[in-house]
């Protein structure tokens, strides 16, 4: 019994011992317990799954949901008040637009975690306003239409300075979307065009300053296309004379003129600032807007302005041309964005043929393009370019086009022979001939690069071909009256002696356009065989010009693989 003291003392000094092992086990287990579970371990083999949408989600959307439409109710209430005549009329137009700015500022200060609630309440605003100055403006006639643009500008501003320094805010997008459309709806019915024209040209300014920083490209495209949609209303309804339009206002030339030339000034300039200051590429959207509204000015000044003429039109093409030649040798050839060097290249070839049609009598035009491709093609063998060889061979065959040399030499060759031909026919004849001198060739040249050399290559046979058979005509005249025999002898003479020579040419200076305009002069004189000389001809000179085609036949082969050996033992 004197041990029982000593004994329970032991006891209780292990039963303290188990219990502290028993909770440090339970203490080392509990963690790996927390971070071992199988669920943690697949996640971090598989990674984070799909955030499938939570029932506090679904809650929260269905309360925003509710919130726009308690807002919406609290518009139709303001709607009754006003149709009762139990207040002001104006008094609630003020409360309804401070209860829309209402909803745009909680727009702003929505949570940003979530892009519903901002969209929403934007939304909300947009609903409010929209319908109520419509109803203020054309039924209740308590605003006049300069007032409803006054109110959407305000709605407007206020929605641009909550949302200036956000990045990209879906309630901006959303009211400025909403606004336009309403701007461009009023102009319509209001029939106040130049005030909601202005509110849409200001707006389009603000986005083209916010893109300037990512994001915001739908709500730029929708604002740009409405005020390019306003831009062809006021065209289409100023061009009719004012005793059809007696409910619009008159506008002067320069009221008519200034909208335009702001919409084309602030397009021109952020495309210019994006391009040549931030280096940034050009887009397909900002490409086709900019040619869209350069028509929409040119169609105003055509239109709307007495006297704007089309040869005005015409150098300020050629202005605008130079200018997008020197921005695109200047500053995006060398750059590592290409499609800008590309785009403004083509838009300067463009705005040069205009320009020279449009300011030029049509001879000199011809002129100055034939001389203009020479120029093209000097320059680009210089700077090894091949864009402005292109160019180039585009002017040549508008040239060629205009001054009819395709028509000459077909009807020279095979049809009803042309009386003379104009000087400009011969001039196009020898600068095609110089621009395809001028061109360097290289083997195992790509097949766009091969199709450059032959297109003036072939305006310049065709040309040569014609020329000739037409002074050969002209010397045959003088002596006896050619008959038709004795056009189609000579047409046949001549192509296959043309033929022979481009084939043998092509060998010795290894141009191959050459061998390929000879294969093609080959068929052209059988083609011409059946639908000219057996039908026309006399017996013995069909004869003839079976034998000369014949020979033609087996020598242009000939030549041609004599060149292929050459080249091939050297």
Known sequence: MNDLPETL???SARVDALERRVRDLEQGSAAPARFETPASTAAAVLGPGPELPSGEQVTGAFLLLGKSMLGIAGAYLLRALAESGVLPRLLIAAVAIAYAIAWLVAASRAPSRTRLAPALYAATSALILAPMLWELTMRFHVLAPIASAAVLALFVAATTVLGWKKESAPDFVVAYGAAALTALVLSIVTHEMIAFFALLLAMLAVCEYKFLRPGLQGVRMLVAATADCAAWFLIVIYRNPASSRTDYPALGPAALAIPATLLLAITAT??????????????VFETTQCVVVFLLWVLTGLFLLPHFSARVVGVICLLFAAACYGAAYGLFRHSAELRNFHVFALWSAALCATGLFLSLPPSWAIACLA????????IAVRICCSTLECHGIVYLGLAAIACGLLEYSFRALAGAMPATAAWTVFLVAGCALVCYVAAREHEDERWQLQVLHLAPALLAVCAVAALTVHGALWLLAIRVTPGVFHIAFIRTLILCALALALAFTGARWHRAELTRIAYAAVAFVAA?????????????????????????LIAVPRLARAGDRGQTTN
């Not at 952020?270 to 887009?283: E, V």
């Not at 001389?371 to 000097?378: F, K």
């Not at 000389?533 to 014949?550: Q, T």
């Open 270 to 283: 952020g495309i210019g600032f994006k391009t040549a200051a931030l280096k940034r590429r050009i887009s």
């Open 9 to 11: 003392e032991q006891l």
């Open 371 to 378: 001389l203009s491709s020479i120029a093209s093609a000097g």
């Open 528 to 552: 011409k065989l059946v639908f000219e000389d057996l039908r026309h001809g006399h017996m013995g000179f069909i004869a003839a010009s079976i034998f000369l085609f014949a020979l033609t």
